[in-house]
């Protein structure tokens, strides 16, 4: 739910009327972006496409991990700027959220996870029993 959309007034209007009330700027106050769309695609669509094609790699050990948490703080701070700020209240500069804020761990616990996996054995990806039967 968004705690600013349109008053009575204006939900009451007719098509018309609220283009003309668009067109003259006076709805900007209620814009939203959808965020909720952003997230799934990047947090979702991107984010699963890229592991499932690491996955299917020989691959360090931690990679995985690490990719999954790197995207997900990166995607995650990155949404925050077109989203509402919790309470409508900024911790900094006019931009950085309390969302930022919790995203910023997750990279760093990433980018650990990537450097540990330097030093990981490579992990080879696991065949399905029917594949494995094939091969043979």
Do not use: C
Request: hydrophobic share 55%; net charge positive; glycine share 6%.
């Amino acid at each position: 739910m968004f705690p600013s959309g349109l008053p009575a007034p204006l939900n009451a209007l007719d098509l018309a009327t609220l283009k003309a009330e668009f067109a003259t700027g006076a709805l900007n106050p209620y814009a939203r972006h959808p965020s909720q769309l952003y997230e799934a695609l990047l947090e979702g669509l991107v984010m699963f496409v890229v592991l499932w094609a690491v996955s299917a790699k020989p691959r360090h050990r931690y990679v995985i991990a690490g990719l999954f948490a790197l995207m997900y703080g990166i995607f995650r701070f990155a949404v925050e700027f077109v989203r509402m700020p919790d309470n409508g209240v900024y911790l900094a500069f006019d931009w950085f959220t309390r969302g930022q804020l919790l995203s910023l761990p997750l990279v760093v616990f990433g980018l650990v996870l990537l450097v540990l996996s330097r030093r990981a054995p490579v992990l080879q990806p696991v065949l399905p029993v029917a594949a494995q039967g094939a091969k043979a």
